[in-house]
């Protein structure tokens, strides 16, 4: 059983920055790939970034080059750094591990970005 918990959201201005935290628990962390998702009120969730096991990244093209995915497989978290945000990037954004044909979600943090 993996267990996600988000944090590090909250409301900034247009043009600053956040930096949102995963803890994950379970023995598979280091074996995971790991997402953040993001999900704008009525629309679907979507993936932002992502990271493998061995840490080839991948991002949707309207983050590139503002947001940073990395991970601590020491620590077993998962980090985004969120710069540059834009009002666009409002959004609750979950954390997510994936192994196997296994899929697990964390509850979510928000973001709000004012303009």
């Known amino acids: 059983q993996v267990q996600l918990v988000e944090s590090g959201g909250g409301v900034v201005q247009a043009g600053g920055s956040l930096r949102l935290s995963c803890a994950a628990s379970g023995s598979i962390f280091s074996i995971s790939a790991m997402g953040w998702y993001r999900q704008a009120p009525g629309k679907q969730r979507d993936m932002v970034a992502s990271?493998?096991?061995?840490?080839?990244?991948n991002y949707i093209d309207s983050v590139k080059g503002r947001f940073a995915i990395s991970r601590d497989n020491a620590k077993k978290m998962v980090y985004l750094q969120m710069n540059s945000l834009k009002p666009e990037d409002t959004a609750v954004y979950y954390c997510r591990s994936d192994w196997n044909s296994w899929t697990y979600w964390g509850q979510g943090t928000q973001v709000t970005v004012s303009s």
């Open positions: 990271i493998t096991s061995a840490g080839y990244t």
